[in-house]
């Protein structure tokens, strides 16, 4: 059974930090294109991050510099830190694996909020 679990959310203020992690079961995890998507209330899901296989990086213009996604293919793990929020970052956030199929997680709340 194929499983994505983010971890990580919370409640945060304005100018902090989180990290949230993405953990895979049932996939050969290693192979998949993973990114981070969010989606705030009233709004579609967008697209956050990117990473690929050989760990190459894409960003979304509205947290370059801010988020960095990275992969730990042995622990089967997918990580987006977070710095500098904002309160526009308040979402559900979600990890979606893609190759022969795509997975997606349950998500997690990031609220950002003085």
């Known amino acids: 059974q194929v499983q994505l679990v983010e971890f990580g959310g919370g409640l945060v203020q304005p100018g902090g930090s989180l990290r949230l992690s993405c953990a895979a079961s049932?996939?050969?995890?290693?192979?998949?294109?993973v990114s981070w998507h969010r989606q705030a209330p009233g709004k579609q899901r967008e697209l956050v991050a990117t990473?690929?296989?050989?760990?190459?990086?894409n960003y979304a213009d509205f947290v370059k510099g801010r988020f960095t996604i990275s992969r730990d293919n042995a622990k089967n793990t997918v990580y987006l830190q977070m710095n500098s929020l904002k309160s526009e970052d308040t979402a559900v956030y979600y990890c979606?694996?893609?190759?022969?199929?795509?997975?997606w997680g349950q998500g997690t709340q990031v609220t950002v909020s003085s």
């Open positions: 990473i690929t296989k050989n760990g190459n990086t």
């Open positions: 049932g996939i050969g995890f290693s192979l998949y294109v």
């Open positions: 979606r694996a893609s190759w022969a199929n795509t997975y």
